[in-house]
């Protein structure tokens, strides 16, 4: 009987020491930056839909889910050129990359995160993107912060396109494209989050 009371009691004390935390999509984003082999760099921005953080009893990050809204991708460096920017983002949405009419969704799963030896706000982290459908296992370094209220981080994910399809435009796909019109394989991803109780 003391047994079961005491295995209990160190359930209630581990569930009170845990704690959830909803992304604030209003103070999140992602920002992306995408280029040609030669030749000029756009960069946008992405909304987070939704997501979830948790905490473990001693305060680390164990769960974690974002959802990412693809219809909002924008663009940055082509507001002097209103009818451009707008064939820009069409295209990004279309069938030769995100395809966001199917695909409105994609999601971040976290699968581990460690603590760098040394430092108290540098982790790497592992999980799980899932883009137009298909899922890969990414990896990178993340920087994070926490109060008693709230969580941020922020890190730079630098994704290999071609692991999930996105093939137009790719020079090691496409080998008659002119290097003017080759898409670089990869693309960076900026992610700024905020979570709150």
């Known amino acids: ?108 799963k976290l699968k581990s995160i460690k603590l760098k030896p040394g430092s108290k706000d540098q982790y790497l982290v592992k999980g799980d993107l899932t883009m137009i459908g298909v899922t890969k296992p990414v990896e990178f370094p993340a920087e994070i912060s926490a109060d008693k209220n709230k969580l941020e981080g922020s890190a730079t994910l630098t994704i290999e396109r071609l692991k999930w399809g996105l093939k137009y435009g790719s020079g090691s796909i496409f080998k008659s494209l002119t290097a003017d019109k080759i898409i670089n394989d990869s693309f960076e991803l900026k992610l700024n989050l905020v979570a709150k109780k």
């Open 1 to 108: 009987m003391k047994l079961i009371l005491l295995t209990a009691a160190l359930l209630a004390t581990s569930a009170a020491s845990a704690e959830t935390y909803t992304i604030d999509t209003e103070k999140s984003h992602i920002d992306w930056k995408a280029g040609k082999k030669i030749g000029s760099f756009h960069n946008g921005k992405i909304q987070i839909k939704n997501g979830k953080v948790e905490t473990d009893k001693k305060g680390q990050v164990s769960k974690a889910e974002i959802a990412v809204d693809m219809s909002t991708i924008t663009n940055e460096d082509l507001k002097d050129s209103p009818e451009y920017q707008t064939k820009l983002v069409g295209h990004l949405s279309s069938e030769d990359f995100f395809h966001v009419e199917k695909y409105p969704e994609s999601t971040f």
